[in-house]
């Protein structure tokens, strides 16, 4: 496989603002008087009639809603024990979604939701049925002939198979950077064949886009995905189609046995496409 430009990518939103600070004129002296005067009637008619200020359009007690910043207030903080977050969901979600979770083949269950949560990989919205939302970074890892490598499937603790045939993703970690967590999804889904330092972001190849539907791991909830998606390059990668180990997954949170009860991905099946597959 030819290797690319050793290059990272420049790319990504971490430009930063500038700002021009233009010069303050000096005001003349009838300026300053009228400006002294505005404010003595400003001041004793706010005395007289307080109601006068709500008729000020630059005044605002509430700064979010002033400055239109989207309030996270309906967000559900992480759930003291996956049962507090079972209590929360049943009557939020339908009786038979719920009863599916983890039975379902290709499904997980709620301590798997319990440690997203618990990692600060997933928020939930207080609605029925709850909105989960997660930030996923997605690489398409790029081969030669123009070919792209898909995840075809996984093989779950459980013994059960799901499809997948997406490339390469990984939900991100709180503060986690596309970078980071490129280079973290790469060591975890495919550390077992190939060194995870060899990955090379192709420059330019960034994309943010939103999606919402039905989560496949949990029937009923519905999920906002925040994809981060790049192309990228790995050195070393089978040109076969071939299998994986997942490396941790999961956390097991201050020595709990959440972990152990929580369903996870055992191993990856991956296989080259053309890239024009994945478009259609």
């Excluded at 045939?165 to 980071?180: A, D, Q």
Aim: proline letters at 9%; a neutral charge.
């Amino acid at each position: 496989m030819s290797w690319p430009p050793q290059s990272i990518n420049k790319s990504l939103p971490n430009a930063k603002s500038i700002f021009f600070t233009l010069p303050k004129p000096t005001p003349c002296l009838p300026d300053v008087f009228l400006t002294a005067i505005s404010l003595l009637f400003f001041i004793s008619s706010t005395k007289r009639n307080p109601s006068f200020v709500k008729f000020l359009p630059f005044v605002s007690s509430d700064r979010r809603r002033f400055l239109k910043i989207p309030s996270m207030s309906h967000s559900r903080p992480p759930f003291a024990t996956p049962q507090a977050l079972s209590d929360w969901l049943k009557p939020r979600l339908p009786s038979d979604s719920l009863a599916s979770w983890g039975v379902k083949p290709g499904t997980k269950n709620v301590h798997n939701l319990w440690l997203e949560l618990s990692e600060g990989e997933t928020s939930l919205v207080d609605s029925s049925p709850p909105l989960r939302t997660v930030n996923v970074v997605t690489v398409r890892l790029m081969g030669k002939d123009d070919l792209v490598l898909v995840e075809s499937r996984q093989q779950l603790s459980d013994g059960s198979f799901r499809d997948r045939f997406r490339p390469l993703s990984e939900k991100m970690k709180p503060n986690e950077t596309v970078e980071e967590a490129v280079v973290r999804a790469v060591k975890e889904e495919l550390g077992s064949v190939i060194d995870p330092g060899s990955v090379r972001i192709v420059p330019g190849s960034y994309i943010k886009k939103l999606e919402e539907r039905n989560s496949a791991s949990y029937p009923g909830l519905p999920a906002r995905y925040v994809l981060h998606s790049v192309d990228a390059w790995v050195e070393g990668l089978p040109e076969e189609d071939f299998c994986t180990d997942e490396q941790e997954e999961y956390q097991d949170l201050n020595g709990t046995m959440e972990l152990e009860k929580a369903v996870s991905v055992r191993k990856h099946f991956w296989k080259w496409v053309s890239s024009d597959s994945l478009r259609s």
